[in-house]
């Protein structure tokens, strides 16, 4: 499978693969939970927090995985877990693929081709729900990618509470197929853009699984 040193996530925690840019939300998390469920013991009160705590502490665990992938074959695959919200024509010919990321999918994208990142541009912007059609101008990062079938534009897009956008990556880099390229904190939305003469082998409401879902027809 396709690796990088550059975007393998480098956090642990008791046997987890944790996304990279996950410590300054999840080790506050877990640090509160540990000190509430060893004072539980000796308190009520401590034990009224250590139940919500353990419980958010557990949820960050699962937000933020990042397990291994065996990245599939295709041109175009998915740089998202999540589901398609839309497939749209687009005038200059090429065609978005719109997918929508909620708070239980792996927020870690993956590039969608191998190539180099010729731009990594983040665009500042609102926070409505990403399934809104208003979320197309919601804080995002703008990827471009020189690959085998020209420009391939991906578009991260924060949601209402993903506030913040991970980059692993910067411009110049050049990543292999399924190769992590960010992450997205809580839910939240991956557009990308087919490039004309690609059929695309999806279909709206269709689940995909970010370096394993094929986007393009054979």
Request: charged share 20%; aromatic share 6%; hydrophobic share 45%.
């Amino acid at each position: 499978m396709p690796h990088s040193h550059s975007s393998a996530p480098r956090d642990r925690l008791a046997g987890v693969r944790l996304a990279r840019g996950a410590s300054p939300w999840l080790l506050p998390t877990v640090a509160t939970a540990a000190v509430s469920l060893t004072r539980a013991r000796r308190s009520g009160r401590w034990a009224a927090v250590a139940v919500p705590a353990t419980a958010l502490a557990a949820g960050m665990l699962w937000f933020f995985r990042d397990p291994e992938r065996e990245i599939a074959q295709g041109r175009v695959i998915s740089p998202a877990d999540g589901v398609v919200q839309s497939i749209m024509p687009w005038k200059d010919g090429r065609t978005r693929v719109a997918i929508f990321m909620s708070p239980l999918n792996v927020h870690v994208n993956r590039a969608p081709l191998a190539g180099t990142v010729t731009s990594v541009e983040h665009i500042p912007g609102g926070f409505v729900p990403a399934f809104n059609k208003e979320s197309e101008n919601n804080e995002r990062v703008v990827w471009h990618f020189d690959t085998e079938l020209g420009d391939i534009e991906m578009v991260q897009i924060a949601g209402a509470v993903a506030r913040r956008i991970v980059p692993y990556v910067p411009q110049g880099t050049k990543v292999e197929q399924g190769e992590r390229i960010g992450l997205i904190r809580f839910g939240s939305r991956v557009d990308i853009y087919l490039p004309e003469g690609i059929d695309v082998d999806v279909e709206v409401g269709q689940a995909t699984t970010a370096g394993v879902t094929r986007l393009d027809r054979a």
